[in-house]
């Protein structure tokens, strides 16, 4: 069965600074891989995905995410921190056909 | 129109209490998902409906009864909820048998049983 880790599940960067949210996957075939976001009191919003094709991901808000199947990894970056970035990351993978698997999360604070 | 609804947004019952959750969406998605996130966790997978019919029911129990009345509408029907069962429930739909597309969620409805 597909699974992902979720490598911190708190991360704490300043205003400005890289931010890096780590996730593996362990899947028998080439899986689908998608990271999530979720607000307080919210529900989650797709922030980018790989499915196949290009290994660097771009998705909304200036995130992105490289697959790279040699270290079974699939970490979401964003070169510069803001205050409105502060939120639960979701990792995500799904071998295909309609059911997905959710990694435990990462909260992630931004400090001023 | 690109959202998924979910009403009520709050909801409070007693255990003796039968009430319903609902779910809409008009994007032509024909697979629509409950689940269930308790604090602090992931989302974790109730049921899942493709083209209306119920294709995954994940071992959850009988007092959670899923209802697609129509391709744009879901419902969850709660009866004798037990304090345990306290969540939000979220709602999900997706272009049928291309979750590779992704989920597009609704805000939730945030459930307290008392």
Redesign the interface.
Known sequence: AQSVTQLGSHVSVSEGALVLLRCNYSSSVPPYLFWYVQYPNQGLQLLLKYTTGATLVKGINGFEAEFKKSETSFHLTKPSAHMSDAAEYFCAVSKGYQKVTFGIGTKLQVIP | DTE?T?TPKHLVMGMTNKKSLKCEQHMGHR?M?WYKQKA????E?MF?Y?YEKL??NESVPSRFSPECPNSSLLNLHLHALQPEDSA?Y?C?S?QE?L??????????T?LTVV
Do not use: E, N
């Not at chain 2, 602090?40 to 989302?43: C, G, L, N, Y």
């Not at chain 2, 979750?99 to 939730?108: C, E, K, N, P, V």
């Open positions: 998924v979910q697979a998902y602090k966790k992931p989302p997978l899942v493709s294709s995954i939000l979220l999900a997706s048998s979750s590779q597309a992704g989920y597009t969620f609704g805000s939730g945030r």
